[in-house]
Nanobody, 114 residues
């Protein structure tokens, strides 16, 4: 099983980034896929999720700014991040979950700074 994130980097406040997560080794289409973030010194927290039926949910802090999507044909999940703020700076992790089975990626760093 692998979850490989990409697309992180340094961006100015107000800018945009698109994170990608490539999944392999499991039946991607039946899993809920999530993006989490972990800021320095803080606990990992849920940013956005998308179910196997493409129902989405978002943390209040990112509603209206971030969009999660998935492509089951490509085993990919994405996080479009707009209007980025310095407080969005964190390591972003891709997560796959079905019942008690959970997989994690290695994370990608997002830094929002001028």
């Amino acid at each position: 099983v692998q979850l490989v994130e990409s697309g992180g980097g340094l961006v100015q406040p107000g800018g945009s980034l698109r994170l990608s997560c490539a999944a392999s080794g499991f039946r991607f289409s039946i899993y809920t896929m999530n993006w989490y973030l972990q800021a320095p010194g803080k606990q990992r927290e849920l940013v956005a999720g998308i179910t196997s039926g493409s129902v989405t949910n978002y943390a209040d802090s990112v509603k209206g700014r971030f969009i999660i999507s998935r492509d089951n044909a490509k085993n990919m999940v994405y996080l479009q991040m707009n209007s980025l703020k310095p407080e969005d700076t964190a390591i972003y992790y891709c997560n796959a979950r079905r019942n008690l089975v959970v997989y994690w990626g290695q994370g990608t760093q997002v830094t929002v700074s001028s």
